[in-house]
């Protein structure tokens, strides 16, 4: 069964920083890209980035660029999300997700794991 | 960034008719679409992607259709375990971008 576990969220005072990590099992590591996504509380979702199956491409939303950095670990079938500089907006339940195909392109998600929470408060 | 708009907000419907979800594109994704369902409490799940194509696992009474720019999931006769809701996301174009969803509740 194709599982992703999400860990590493908490309370963060602005402008701090948080590692999340999502941990695979399942299926190939190494062989899919990772996304990873957010829901504000009560809120719809965003996207948040993408780290190509080898880890050599990455890309960030615009509200996250610059902030947030996604590596990946093949050999540990572990993907991070390093947040650096939080703001209160940030504040979501973050969520990973396999891309369901592996190769160029095909960018929707499955399965998603179960979330973590990041909550930015002073 | 291509702003994906869904219809209704909330769409209030009996067990056992049908439910029309829409999913509106502010340019053409060709068919680049994907259906979500989320349910209180958990992650989401794929239930279309393709714009028509069904995931594993998914019952036959949910089915995607279109191109372009305008796109509707049809749930053919909603069970109890259907009312929740529903997204959808284009992926034609990054930054990836999800609509703002339609709740489903019972009339």
């Not at chain 2, 979800?21 to 239930?47: D, F």
């Not at chain 2, 009474?61 to 720019?69: C, D, I, L, Y």
Request: aromatic share 10%; charged share 15%; with cysteine.
């Amino acid at each position: 069964e194709v599982q992703l576990v999400e860990s590493g969220g908490g309370v963060v005072q602005p402008g701090g920083s948080l590692r999340l990590s999502c941990a695979a099992s399942g299926f190939t590591f190494s062989t899919y890209g990772i996304h990873w996504a957010r829901q504000a509380p009560g809120k719809g979702l965003e996207w948040v980035s993408v780290i190509s199956a080898n880890g050599a491409t990455t890309m960030y939303a615009d509200s996250v660029k610059g902030r947030f950095t996604v590596s990946r670990d093949n050999p540990k079938n572990t993907v991070y999300l390093q947040m650096n500089g939080l703001r209160v907006e940030d504040t979501a339940i973050y969520y990973c997700a396999k891309k369901m195909l592996a190769g160029v392109g095909n960018h929707w998600f499955d399965p998603w794991g179960q979330g973590t929470l990041v909550t930015v408060s002073s | 960034e291509i702003v994906m708009t869904q219809s209704p907000v909330t769409l209030s419907v009996s067990p056992g008719e049908r439910g029309t979800l829409s999913c509106r594109a502010s340019q053409s994704v060709s068919g680049n679409l994907a259906w979500y369902q989320q349910k209180p409490g958990q992650a989401p799940r794929l239930l279309i992607y393709g714009a028509s194509t069904r995931a594993t696992g998914i019952p036959a009474r949910f089915s995607g259709s279109g191109s372009g720019t305008e796109f509707t999931l049809t749930i053919s006769s909603l069970q109890s375990e259907d009312f929740t809701v529903y997204y959808c996301q284009q992926y034609s174009n990054w930054p990836l971008t999800f609509g703002g969803g339609t709740k489903v509740e019972i009339k």
